[in-house]
């Protein structure tokens, strides 16, 4: 049975998962301060409003701070449950930086009081959750702190990954299962008894590193499986197969699952956790180093196949379609989509046009280019050539009819029934 009273929350760090957690905890009866660095956020949120694109989640946040529920602040106070979902970016060297976090932490010590438990939810390097808990300790020798004091600790610290997939976050926030790892088995059910109010997911206790340790192998074993599909393309390219015919007919086996090829692989999570592992094991982890290479050289593979079809065919104008790093979201940073049209642009110019229906207008490093936005109709009416690079909805409905006669460079095999593309031999529709 969970007690009657709801504990106060205070969620560290508004982005794509900060914000969220702090509005489905606010939903969930719990008063939440949301506190962040940035005076723009936090304002914006006081205002009802959201500073970043996420289903759902601009009626969600306005109901909320409507009602009074959630609060925002750019200095924390006394809570109950703390929150910590800050990023933890990654240096040139792929060495993780836990700064954010530690941060974090020292400012919940400023705060925390027995009773209070603190729960990190950033993607973190194994053994984050008990560096932090090092630094509290430090700060705050009047605490009895779990895992370093024999008898019952004042306060509990855990360590709960987020795994939610942008453009469902609400819906995944809610019914996903969760890892729980807590400092002492104690720890874990204080968080557990927390993360209860608002998952409808299984939540499965452990230790913080096993936790830690979960949420990094997750990203790492999409990346490797990805890299594996999308080596296959490269290799089918060579061959002269349809990648997309191969995996179709090879995921027919009852277990075989191929994930799909595209033109790399994008976002702040995939493309980074897998070196959190790396780091920590950099001799036991050549699948792991090698799968990263193969996706990031993806991008390199797909700008060479798309500038050797534009050579060849001379077409008048090229569409490049999308720019998003996935299908029907509006996020382009770290985008293998951008990387490639925008390398496109600066080596054609004005003969590349880009269709990126989530935008408004093109990322600032276009802006001394030639190349231009246009819609859809625009680009099936001017164009003789579509490069494929986003799998967004819109572009999976384009009939036949409108794509005929098109030379088609279609990197997410969006478009099956596309015939080759001629009079190049070969199967250049064909390339993953
Ligand atoms: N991609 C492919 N082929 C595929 C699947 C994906 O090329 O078959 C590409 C996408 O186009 C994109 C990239 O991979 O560029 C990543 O997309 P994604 O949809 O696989 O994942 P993310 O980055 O949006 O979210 C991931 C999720 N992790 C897993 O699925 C294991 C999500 O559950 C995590 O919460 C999130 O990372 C995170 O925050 O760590």
Redesign the pocket.
């Known amino acids: 049975m969970l007690s009657d009273k709801k504990p106060e929350v205070c969620v560290l760090g508004l982005g ?2 900060g914000l969220p957690t702090a509005a489905i905890i606010a939903r969930s009866g719990c008063r939440v301060l949301g506190v962040d660095v940035s005076e723009h956020v936090v304002q914006t949120i006081a205002e009802g409003r959201i500073h970043i694109e996420e289903v759902d989640l601009d009626g969600l946040v306005q109901g909320v701070v409507g009602r009074g529920m959630l609060r925002t602040s750019l200095s924390i106070e006394p809570a109950d449950i703390f929150v910590i979902a800050v990023p933890t970016p990654f240096d040139d060297q792929h060495a993780p930086d836990i700064s954010y976090v530690l941060q974090a932490a020292s400012n919940i010590a400023a705060v925390v009081k027995p009773g209070d438990c603190i729960i990190l939810e950033s ?1 973190s390097p194994v053994g984050t959750t008990e560096q932090m808990r090092d630094l509290i300790a430090r700060l705050r020798p009047d605490l009895k702190i779990p895992g370093l004091t024999g008898d019952i600790p004042d306060i509990a610290i855990a360590y709960c ?7 469902r976050i609400l819906e ?1 926030l809610t019914n ?1 299962d969760r890892s729980i790892g807590g400092i002492t088995p104690r720890c874990a059910r204080k968080a557990l008894g927390f993360y209860k109010r608002f998952v409808r997911g299984e939540c499965v206790t452990t230790d913080a590193r096993s936790a830690e340790m979960t ?1 990094l192998v ?2 790492a ?2 990346d490797v ?2 890299a594996f ?2 080596e296959l393309s490269i290799v089918a390219d060579k061959m002269g197969l349809d990648v997309w015919e191969v995996i179709r007919l090879a995921n027919r086996h009852p277990r075989v699952n191929i ?13 980074v ?1 897998p070196w959190f592992i790396i780091h920590g094991a950099p001799d036991e982890t050549p699948l792991i180093r090698t799968a990263r290479g193969v ?1 990031d050289g993806k991008i390199a593979h797909v700008l060479a196949k798309a500038g050797a079809m534009i050579e060849a065919h001379k077409p008048s104008r090229v569409a490049c379609l999308g720019l998003a ?3 029907n979201i509006d996020d382009f940073r770290e ?2 989509a951008n990387k490639v049209a925008l390398a496109l642009a600066q080596r054609f110019g004005s003969r590349i046009a880009i269709v990126e229906p989530f935008a408004e207008q093109l990322p600032a490093s276009y802006a001394d280019l030639d190349s231009s936005l246009i819609d859809l109709d625009d680009a099936i009416e001017s164009c003789d050539m579509f490069i494929v690079l ?2 967004h909805d819109v572009f999976k409905s384009i009939p036949l009819a409108e794509r005929a006669g098109k030379i088609v460079y279609d990197t997410r095999g969006i478009w099956p029934d596309q015939p080759a593309a001629s009079p190049t031999p070969g199967h250049l529709r064909l390339v993953g």
């Open positions: 794509y998962i993607t990954p987020e795994r939610v997939l942008p453009g995944e996903n949420k997750e990203n074993f999409r499986n990805i599909a999308n994930l799909q090829p595209g033109p790399g692989v994008g976002g702040h999570c995939i493309a956790d996706n790093f996935k299908a985008s293998p986003v799998d």
